[in-house]
């Protein structure tokens, strides 16, 4: 990342977040593939195409920014799955439980409001390294914690550390990789974000039968600590690199520059665009962030799963998101390539996952585990694939130097509507939540997207650009 004083070869956030949308998935970015097509397949593909006259370390660091991701989610998910146990050992209502979680909302929206800022003052590899070590030594602080309020404090630490990360690989990835690339590179690093929710209840039920809670949080926290010394063994700006070759730095920086222009969040307010795409977030990142909090409470509640048990049926419902991810950006981008409108693409793509998260509302009532654990990870699945569509309309709608601002402001309004549900959802649940008191959630989860999409087509019927000069 460049400094303040290197201003020729910065790198925004904004410009890398225009770059990243058209394609948007490992799908779009391949062409025709298949929907099971997996990231190690893409990754193993794209280093085909870097011939060995122009290097291929830009991989390396693309690599460093998976693990990150899949450190940052493993972190993240360590208290949910403890949850239901912790819950036992402190006493604690299911109202206490989504209190602590909320507060890490919280931190996260506001960490996501400086991330960006802090990132280009002090640099990625700066900055990336004190986000990371924040994030981790919060973690480890949940085993120290034994209270309500010391519990939220660390959450709230905790939120604040990991809204970093994204902003930090995004702005990464501007740095290391051409316009043609960052697609696929942004796809493989967000893939450690599925990874991590697939490792978590493998590691974390194993850590907590052997060592206890306590050492559950030290543990994954410590990897992250870990991950510090490759990270600055290995990365430098590529100007600065010792190991990079003049052909790959070449071939880096092969785009021609581009001016940075900030725009202004209150600038956008006033136009449909901006609303349709902040709404649609608020509703349903609200939803998918449910999911990673209290589906392990759901489970043990209303199908008496035990901590030991966790691993196969949340490996499932996240290996079917992941694939999920690659089949909705797939489904657009072939109805674009086919001839169709963006228009069409996007919002065919976006009724199909609308229309396959209604089944979920079925979940309290089937009595089969395995019948809820395929509802759930179709809607996991349908949630991706709507989320991969959603988050490429943001270029769809708006010009580059505003993408970066727009997206801003989803992922805030995603974290406001993650604690509007949680401060809902510690209402209904009360002291011995059960399947009844979780039905109003799901029939929530069911009618969101298909909301949203009607919200979307309303505001935006063609999903005509803004016009940023004028207002509507």
């Not at 924040?134 to 309500?148: E, K, N, P, Q, T």
């Not at 307010?269 to 998918?288: C, E, M, N, S």
Request: aromatic share 14%; proline share 5%; net charge neutral.
């Amino acid at each position: 990342m460049s400094s303040p004083r290197d201003e020729k070869s910065d790198h925004t956030v904004a410009d890398v977040v225009e770059a990243t949308q058209e394609p948007v998935s490992l799908s779009e970015n391949e062409g025709d593939q298949s929907t099971g097509s997996s990231v190690t397949g893409a990754a193993i593909a794209a280093a085909e195409t870097a011939t060995t006259r122009i290097g291929r370390y830009r991989w390396v660091i693309c690599a460093l920014l998976f693990f990150a991701t899949t450190v940052n989610y493993v972190d993240r998910l360590v208290f949910g799955i403890l949850g239901p146990e912790l819950q036992k050992t402190f006493g604690w209502s299911a109202k206490d439980y989504t209190d602590i979680v909320f507060w890490f909302e919280v931190a996260y929206a506001i960490g996501l409001l400086g991330a960006g800022r802090v990132l280009d003052w002090i640099g990625t590899r700066a900055g990336y390294a004190i986000s990371l070590t924040f994030w981790s030594l919060a973690s480890i602080l949940h085993a120290f914690m034994g209270s309500i309020f010391g519990f939220s404090v660390a959450r709230f630490l905790l939120g604040l550390g990991e809204a970093g990360n994204f902003p930090a690989a995004i702005k990464t990835v501007a740095e290391w990789f051409p316009k043609k690339e960052r697609a696929l590179a942004t796809g493989i690093f967000n893939a450690g974000s599925n990874v991590g929710a697939i490792i978590a209840p493998l590691a974390v039920p194993w850590l907590y039968i052997n060592w206890g809670w306590r050492w559950a949080f030290i543990m994954t926290g410590a990897i992250g600590l870990v991950w510090l010394f490759f990270w600055f063994a290995f990365y430098h700006r590529p100007e600065e690199h010792p190991k990079i070759s003049r052909e790959e730095l070449a071939y880096i920086q092969s785009d021609p520059p581009e001016p940075t222009v900030n725009i202004p969040w209150l600038s956008l307010l006033p136009h449909r665009q901006t609303w349709a795409f902040v709404i649609a977030k608020f509703a349903t990142d609200a939803i998918w962030r449910w999911y990673l909090y209290l589906l392990p409470l759901f489970f043990v509640q209303v199908f008496g799963l035990d901590i030991k048990n966790f691993g196969p049926p949340f490996v499932v419902i996240y290996l079917m998101a992941d694939v999920g991810s690659v089949a909705g950006g797939w489904l657009s981008s072939k109805l674009i390539k086919g001839g169709r409108s963006v228009n069409f693409g996007r919002k065919v793509a976006l009724l199909v996952c609308a229309l396959a998260v209604i089944p979920v509302v079925l979940v309290t009532h089937v009595g089969n585990m395995w019948i809820a654990v395929f509802l759930v990870g179709l809607a996991a699945a349908a949630h991706q694939g709507w989320s991969a569509n959603l988050f490429t309309t943001a270029s769809d709608m708006f010009p580059k130097q505003a993408v970066g601002s727009i997206v801003g402001l989803g992922g805030m309004a995603g974290a406001l509507g993650a604690m509007a549900i949680l401060l809902l959802t510690g209402q209904l649940l009360g002291d011995k939540p059960d399947a009844a008191s979780f039905a109003p959630l799901f029939i929530l989860a069911a009618s969101a997207y298909v909301g949203s999409l009607l919200i979307i087509h309303l505001l935006v019927p063609r999903l005509e650009p803004a016009r940023l000069g004028t207002v509507g």
